[in-house]
Each structure stands twice: as C-alpha cells, then as structure tokens.
C-alpha cells in the first residue's frame, strides 16, 4: 500500500473519530455496525447479562450484572455495600456490553470456526436510585427482562434495603456477525 493511500486511510479514520463525541468511535468493518435504534433496542430487551466496565483508580474493572431496560435506561440491583459502589461513587461513567443469540459455527478446519452474534457496547453514566416508586418500577423493569409477569409483589423493605442503578445511556452501537442473517435464513 502506497504512503498516500495510508495517510488518506488514517486521516480520514482520524476526521471520522474527531466528529463523534468523546463515547464514540470508528468501526472497521461498517457493513456489521446495527445503527437501527429498533434492533438495538431489541438487542438490550432481549439479552438478560451485561458487562459493566468502571475505571478503580486508573485501572479497568469489569463486572457482569443481571439487568433490566426501558426508556434509554438500564436497571442493575445491588447490595448497599461493596467495591462496585465504591467505584462507582468515584467515576460513574461507565462502558456496557451485553449480546444475544452468540451460537458457534463449527467448519472442517480449525481457523474457518466462527461464532454468530449481535451485541451492544455503549456508553453512559451511572446514577443511584433513591425514590422507593422509581426504585420499584426499575425492579419491575428488571424482573420483566427475565421473564417475570408485570407487577409482581414487592416486600417494601426489601425494597428500601436494594440499591438500585440506573445507567442513562450517551451513546451506543451495535455489531453482529458478517454470517448473521444467513446463518439465521434472512438472507
């Protein structure tokens, strides 16, 4: 590849990065990226586990959750002590990943296997619940996501002893696999 080609390719990347927020970034393969809100959306209603990564001082910090989603927002219960509070109080600006349908599709040599998936990463800042009725209806939403009916029964004080968080969303993106819709026979 010529010295022109690759400054035209890394400017352009570069120009690209610039004219996003902060959260964003460029994606390499462009024909993979899910921009459609609906199918996000679908992504994050349908996945039941996300990764939560957090800064704790200058390193990263990892943590999967069971979650809910609903208005832009994700729902994670917590106990009212621990080193995610912790880090959370310090930084709550956060990264997220969750993904659906993953599936291994074996091939008859070894570096041919891939894997079908969609995923979500995004970005946003995490704020703790405080009012009991919005501390319910985030249970509710959370409960709903792994198949509970709607307005189930809470106990009050168990609800005043869960920490609950809520994580607005900045910005997200999605990907799924360059085999998705075949693999899935949608094309």
Same mark, same amino acid.
């Given at each position: 590849?010529? =010295?022109? !080609?690759? /400054? %035209?390719?890394? &400017?352009?990347?570069?120009?690209? +990065?610039?004219?996003?927020?902060? $959260?964003?970034?460029?994606?390499?393969?462009?024909?993979?990226?899910?921009?459609?809100?609906?199918?996000? =959306?679908? !992504?994050? /209603? %349908?996945?039941? &586990?996300?990764?939560?990564?957090? +800064?704790?001082?200058?390193?990263? $910090?990892?943590?999967?959750?069971?979650?809910?989603?609903?208005?832009?927002?994700?729902?994670?219960?917590s106990a009212p002590a621990g080193k995610k509070l912790e880090v959370l109080r310090?930084?709550?600006?956060?990264?997220?990943?969750?993904?659906?349908?993953?599936?291994?599709?074996?091939?008859?040599?070894?570096?041919?296997?891939?894997?079908?998936?969609?995923?979500?990463?995004?970005?946003?800042?995490?704020?703790?619940?405080?009012?009991?009725?919005?501390?319910?209806?985030?249970?509710?939403?959370?409960?709903?996501?792994?198949?509970?009916?709607?307005?189930?029964?809470?106990?009050?004080?168990?609800i005043e002893f869960i920490v609950v968080l809520k994580l607005k969303i900045d910005?997200?993106?999605?990907?799924q696999s360059s085999n998705w819709n075949r693999l899935r026979g949608e094309g």
């Amino acid at each position: 590849m010529s =010295e022109d !080609i690759v /400054k %035209k390719y890394v &400017i352009t990347i570069f120009t690209k +990065i610039q004219s996003t927020n902060n $959260y964003q970034s460029f994606m390499r393969k462009a024909n993979q990226e899910i921009t459609d809100p609906k199918t996000l =959306e679908i !992504i994050l /209603k %349908k996945a039941t &586990i996300i990764r939560l990564a957090m +800064i704790d001082n200058g390193m990263p $910090y990892l943590l999967p959750f069971n979650f809910g989603y609903g208005g832009n927002c994700i729902y994670i219960h917590s106990a009212p002590a621990g080193k995610k509070l912790e880090v959370l109080r310090q930084n709550p600006q956060v990264c997220f990943e969750v993904e659906d349908e993953t599936a291994i599709v074996e091939a008859d040599v070894a570096c041919r296997w891939s894997e079908m998936y969609r995923s979500v990463i995004g970005y946003g800042k995490v704020e703790i619940v405080t009012g009991f009725n919005e501390k319910q209806k985030a249970l509710d939403i959370i409960m709903q996501q792994h198949g509970a009916p709607a307005n189930m029964p809470f106990d009050p004080k168990e609800i005043e002893f869960i920490v609950v968080l809520k994580l607005k969303i900045d910005s997200m993106t999605g990907k799924q696999s360059s085999n998705w819709n075949r693999l899935r026979g949608e094309g």
